[in-house]
């Protein structure tokens, strides 16, 4: 009777056993591991997990300074996430781990593609991994510096609270739009070291557009509020820029 009892234990045992295993195994998602590569020393630490038309990476920072900029390969994409215009945070802190989702847009079947950190740069301005995605980040950097420098010169001219905001607004879009050469001179102060025939990069001329954008976006927000906000509203503006100038 006990011989009886045990085996009908085992045997319910094995077939809780069997059907917790073939109960994982219908609701795992499909396989999702894939290859990861890193073109850095090591100390920025990427995993990346896929599920469904999404990929999960996670950066974890193991170096002594902060990341404030990284770019990442998904099979034929380049992602860049640059945190230097961020209000939220200033990038990876020292033993921090950013979690991020992306697009994978992968077909049904389809082979999951390889995830590469390509480069880091922190802080203190030097990088790890591939220059070349480094340089790209410094020079879009510098055109949208080159632009804030210039608005806050007429903000800075113009006063705390312009009588005009059309005038004002006019006056910021002229000091964006200048000529090359008006640009360089800016230039010419950020990096002394500039030559004349230096030929300016489409990454700079990119940041340069991308900084005029972002600018014209926030002063058409102020002139969308009541006229007792806008005062304030070129206040946040200026030294929302004066910050931001500062991390670039």
Do not use: C
């Amino acid at each position: 009777m006990r011989h009886r009892f045990f085996a009908v234990l085992t045997g319910i045992v094995f077939l809780v056993a069997f059907a917790l295993v073939l109960s994982a195994r219908n609701h795992r998602a499909p396989s999702n591991a894939t290859t990861v590569t890193s073109q850095t020393k090591g100390d920025a630490v990427l995993t990346a997990e896929f599920l469904n038309d999404q990929v999960t990476i996670r950066l974890t920072n193991n170096h002594k300074d902060t990341i404030t900029a990284f770019v990442i390969r998904l099979g034929d994409t380049n992602i860049t996430e640059d945190f230097a215009y961020s209000e939220v945070r200033a990038g990876i802190e020292p033993g921090d781990t950013l979690q991020r989702e992306y697009y994978a847009g992968l077909r049904k079947g389809s082979q999951l593609p390889t995830v590469s950190l390509l480069t880091v740069l922190f802080k203190d301005g030097t990088e790890e991994g591939d220059s070349k995605f480094a340089q790209r980040i410094r020079d879009q950097r510098l055109g949208q510096k080159v632009q804030m420098i210039g608005a806050l010169r007429v903000l800075e001219k113009e006063g705390q609270s312009p009588d005009d905001l059309g005038t004002l607004k006019k006056h910021i879009l002229a000091a964006m739009d200048t000529d090359e050469s008006e640009t360089r001179i800016i230039l010419k102060e950020l990096r002394p070291a500039l030559r004349a025939d230096d030929k300016l990069s489409d990454d700079f001329r990119n940041g340069l557009q991308w900084g005029r954008e972002g600018i014209l976006r926030t002063f058409e927000m102020i002139e969308l509020q009541p006229s007792t906000s806008r005062h304030q509203g070129v206040l946040e503006l200026k030294d929302r820029l004066n910050k931001q100038h500062q991390k670039l």
